[in-house]
């Protein structure tokens, strides 16, 4: 990397290439990924002045369960929110039904965070106003699971207009038709 950082968000990815069972028994936890993240994010802390967002997406579920969460917040220690929030479930699970921190399966089912690719953003806002709209990551749902997309970037669109413009004439040519 050879640009000078300045005044950016913050961007953090943890890809587990293994399942969560894998880090259950080398670490003890199935919260590894969840854990790295939130170190990760909290490094880069200075870089979200703005607000934090985390995504997850959990690979290998059945039809029909959740496979994608998101939460975002603009509190002031906006990344102890998120993780304060995401961690709640587990607590519960762990004061209500210890032995469930060992099952991966009845993890991913009940724990929206638990998942093998988590994207965190941290906002630094240089455009437009501090609400929780701005804050990343963005999510675009869809009914199917091929056609999710979420999305974290350290980027100001700067020809929003010619986007819109090009958007309002497709959506044109398709009511003519």
Not at 1 to 19: N, Q, T, W, Y
Not at 70 to 95: H, T
Request: charged residues 25%.
């Amino acid at each position: 990397m050879s640009d000078a950082l300045h005044h950016e968000c913050g961007i953090a990815l943890v890809r587990l290439l293994k399942p969560l069972d894998f880090y259950l028994e080398k670490y003890g936890t199935a919260m590894y990924g969840l854990n790295k993240l939130s170190l990760l994010m909290e490094k880069q802390h200075n870089r979200g002045q703005d607000g934090a967002g985390v995504a997850c997406i959990k690979l290998d579920m059945q039809p029909g369960e959740k496979y994608m969460s998101r939460y975002r917040s603009i509190e002031k220690n906006a990344i102890a929110d998120i993780f304060g929030v995401i961690n709640d479930p587990i607590r519960e699970i762990q004061k209500n039904n210890p032995e469930k921190l060992n099952d991966v399966n009845y993890l991913k089912k009940n724990a929206d965070f638990m998942g093998e690719l988590l994207l965190g953003h941290l906002r630094y806002g240089t455009f437009g106003g501090n609400s929780f709209e701005t804050c990343h990551p963005f999510l675009r749902q869809n009914n199917w699971m091929t056609r999710n997309l979420v999305v974290a970037g350290n980027f100001n669109l700067t020809n929003v207009e010619e986007l819109f413009r090009a958007s309002d004439s497709i959506r044109e040519r398709k009511r003519t038709r």
